[in-house]
């Protein structure tokens, strides 16, 4: 009894786990109320008698300030998510010892190739 064992090999593959977002931030105009504190100092002419000389002519200026109070509301979207299943393989090899083989090393033990599939949870979001 004669037994030939043919068997294909397979490349290997590597599972890597990948994550990809893709982000798009818009601005678009939009009116809206603001609060401002304004406050304005003038300056005051102070007349009276006790003042004597001749009148000189000055360009003053006065202090005016201003205060934004600026209110941000900021939207975060949320992502969606789900549990999807993952198919992931991989081959197995198998030693086939109910085969006769030659044990004086020159022979390697014949083998089969086994693909064996789980699912595995993966977390999509968009």
Not at 15 to 28: A, L, R
Not at 50 to 76: A, M, N, P, S, W
Not at 77 to 93: A, S
């Amino acid at each position: 009894v004669t037994y030939v064992t043919d068997f294909s090999s397979a490349p290997e593959r590597r599972c890597e786990t990948t994550f990809k977002k893709n982000c798009h931030i818009s601005f678009k105009a939009v009116p809206y109320t603001e609060k401002v504190k304004k406050c304005h100092t003038p300056y005051t002419k102070k007349c009276g008698d006790e003042i004597q000389g001749e009148l000189v002519c000055k360009d003053i200026y006065e202090d005016f300030c201003e205060t934004r109070f600026k209110k941000y509301d900021i939207l975060q979207d949320e992502p969606e998510c789900e549990l999807v299943k993952d198919l992931r393989c991989k081959n197995i090899t198998i030693d086939l010892l109910h085969i006769p083989h030659d044990n004086d090393g020159g022979s390697k033990v014949p083998y089969a190739v086994k693909e064996t599939c789980e699912n595995w949870p993966k977390q999509k979001c968009e």
